[in-house]
């Protein structure tokens, strides 16, 4: 490979090598145990609320670099109205999943009005809404923790406590066989329909990439995939939250690469005026994404109610920046218009990774935090730094 | 020998792909009021930009003579620091400032960073005298109307310790009575033995005013008049402005004019921060199948805004007016509806309004008409690949794929792009708004050939162009506006630069 080539290939992949190296790093300071199959099925459960919050983030983001600050407190909010309903009124677990999700789009449809249509910027209404839902959220709870163990059939399906995991049918002993199926499933999907997309282009005399590159790339998505649910098995299997991350993660992906809707986002970003004048009405893109941001936080909700089985006034507090900082470390554009979910995913699995390998260190808590922000300032200046053509200083 | 407090010589400018100045001479004389002329793009800011820093030294060829020493300015505060200030012509105030504080903005009255609040009003009370502005320093600009602002502006740059005032366009947005207050004052200035510059449209108030005329036209200095020597009539300044030849430059067509397409009739929009003030006002207008019409006029005179009004209503407050498309009335409420009723506006600032640079040419190219390339919301990227690469081929673009943003092209191959965009959106009616500003030559043939193969194909052309040549050069049909009125129509075959800047200069 050329040097040029080289730096494209760098340029690309940034974020992956830097989580190969990241990964590595901490393997080698923790003698392996972040590799446990422990830890790598605790890191999902534990940054599933991160996948899902970043996921929406992304659209609000793509929009101009616009963030939402509410998120934490509409976690928060939707947990404690979602508790709230199923312990003190014992309303039937999924009828109270339906009224969380509504309560949470609700939210976000109030805020997105502000912003799209008066454009009050995002900034503030999300500062407000920062406020209001965290307060909100006290005086739903009157100030207390309620417990939500007792809602088993919710706490499971939701992905939280011990036994979340999507039951077995095989039954060997200490080894999931479900789920190494499942990955294996999983592979051969990825694999079979890489093939015939690039077969049916081929056919039509369409530009591919080269063979090299896209077989490279084939393997080394499917070794990830395998050697995941091979540790995954090993642990308990498949956590059921993933099975909500992995829709999140699909359903978004589809939405933001193959539709009409998705494309917006990245337009309006990319250059509203312009937007405007191709006949799309950009106020009703804003609502989508800041709607879209309240209905996912809600499930973010009930993801975190779920792992903490219990709901609490204080739940939720910096899961925006969560959110934010993984947007941004994936590639996300501070000036909206590009990012990917994938992107996005790289993004938050670089921050889950960090924190846990941290924790396993033993590093002291404000230490990682010093740790995270490093890493984000990085990330964006690489972003910025690299578009002006490697400029570091700004002149205009 | 003449006494030249300003020599600029042999001055070359190039952008990519265009040769912005080519050799121009400018030679001012100390203590004269020298006027700049020449159309829209003939180069004058160009070569201001030059002379105050803006395009650095080492960016341009030539020299500048100042004072009898050649300079090299880098950066405003070096032509600044030798008492070279330009005033341009969109206003550089900060609204929520004083008029005290604006005047001193980068240029403040303070020991080690701390504002001398009473130096600084006083000698704001003084310029103020000087451009006799009778408002306290105190006042907000926010509150004072354009002309007192424009006053301010002088004030500021007096207060840089100015020995040549550059002035662009400086009552382009001045009511009558305020021009003709500002015009004294320059003369009173010169009084005092201050130079000027000053470019203008107005030709009647620089004849006024002026000592020496340079004219620039199509990045050269033409000629230079003088007050004394020749004659200064309008007609004499608007021969210099536009005397060049017209040659085979435009691709030939047979015209076969048909039925009218596009009728507007009585259209008036607002400015839509100013709601008092008209921008287009009740103009009349149409345009027939198989026909390109021209829209000529200066900049700032409401083209693009009745443009933009008509489609979808995307400028403007208060539009009035009715709008026909084959003679049955259509009410256009949205970008959509134009869209559906077979419009497309190609906007003139296409980096601004137009393209997604940070995006794909294909992305670029299917965005206003997604449905084409999409089924039930789901977007087929093989058959948008397609689209796009049908246009590249039949437009001419180039580029190694469409997968390539179109931030890296040139200007012609993104103004293509633009086309392609809105010829994909299958419309009846293009308006093209200074549809080749800013291309090379060789790609603004291109595009009139496009242009040529759209009303062959039944389609009818509204250009909008301040380029005069072009316009006479495509056009069937030319219409004349000003301060947004509608001020002649004329036969293409049967006019003149000079008749259509007789219309606008009688108007203005």
Known sequence: ?396 | MADYILEMRNITKTFPGVKALDNVQLQVERGEIHALVGENGAGKSTLMNVLSGIYPYGSYEGDIVYNGKVCNFHTIKDSEGCGIVIIHQELALVPYMTIAENMFLGNERANSGVINWNETYELAKKYLDIVGLKESPQTLIKDIGVGKQQLVEIAKALAKNAKLLILDEPTSSLNEEDSRALLELLLKFKKDGMTSIIISHKLNEVSYVADKITVIRDGCSIETLDKQVDDFSESRIIKGMVGREMSDRFPKREPHISDIKLEVRNWTAYHPLYSERKVVDNVNFNVRKGEIVGISGLMGAGRTELAMSLFGKSYGENISGELFIDGKEVKLNSVKDAIAHGLAYVTEDRKGNGLILSNPIKINTTLANLNGVSKNGIIDKDEEYNVASEYREKLGIKCPTVEQNVGNLSGGNQQKVLLAKWMYTDPDILILDEPTRGIDVGAKYEIYCIMNDLVAAGKSVIMISSEMPEILGMCDRIYVMNEGKMVAELKGSETSQELIMSHIIKTA
């Open chain 1, 1 to 396: 490979m050329s040097k040029t080539k080289t730096l494209d290939f760098v340029k690309k992949y940034t974020m992956i090598i830097v989580l190969i190296l990241v990964i590595g790093l901490f393997a080698v300071a923790t003698k392996g145990t972040i590799l446990l199959p422990m830890n790598v099925s605790s890191l999902i459960s534990q940054n599933a609320y991160v996948f899902i919050l970043a996921t929406g983030m992304l659209l609000c983001i793509l929009t101009g670099g616009n963030i939402d600050l509410s998120v934490g407190s509409v976690v928060c909010f939707t947990g404690a109205v979602g508790a709230t309903l199923m312990v003190t009124y014992k309303v039937p677990w999924y009828l109270a999943v339906v009224i969380m999700l509504i309560v949470g789009i609700l939210i976000g449809a109030f805020q997105a009005f502000w912003i799209a249509f008066v454009r009050i910027p995002p900034f503030i209404v999300t500062l407000a809404g920062m406020l209001i839902f965290r307060g909100l959220s006290n005086v739903v709870l009157n100030g207390m923790t309620i417990s939500v163990k007792n809602c088993t059939t919710f706490v499971n399906v939701f992905g939280g406590g011990a036994n979340c995991y999507i039951p077995d049918i095989f039954k060997f002993n200490g080894f999931n066989m479900t789920c190494m199926v499942a990955g294996a499933i999983a592979t051969a999907l990825f694999i079979g329909l890489q093939i015939k997309n690039r077969a049916a282009r081929l056919k039509k005399h369409y530009e591919v990439e080269g063979a090299f590159s896209f077989w490279g790339k084939l393997v080394f998505i499917s070794a990830v995939i395998l050697a995941f649910s091979f540790r995954l098995s090993q642990h308990k299997g498949i956590p059921t939250v993933l099975v909500w991350v992995l829709l999140v993660i699909i359903i978004y992906g589809f939405i933001t690469s193959s539709t009409k809707t998705g494309r917006y986002f990245y337009a309006v970003g990319g250059n509203e005026k312009a937007t405007k004048l191709s006949g799309i009405n950009t106020n009703k893109v804003y609502f989508l994404a800041y709607t879209n941001m309240g209905l996912l936080a809600a499930l973010a909700g009930m993801v975190t109610i779920a792992r903490l089985t219990s709901a609490q006034p204080t739940y939720g507090q910096n899961y925006e920046m969560d959110a934010i900082g993984s947007c941004f470390i994936g590639g996300a554009s501070a000036y909206g218009g590009i990012g990917t979910v994938p992107g996005v995913i790289i993004g938050a699995v670089l921050m889950g990774t960090i924190n846990l390998g941290m924790s396993l260190m033993g590093v002291d808590q404000n230490m990682q935090k010093v740790v995270k922000g490093l890493v984000l300032l990085a990330a964006v200046i690489f972003d910025v730094v690299s578009k002006r053509g490697g400029k570091l200083i700004s002149k205009d």
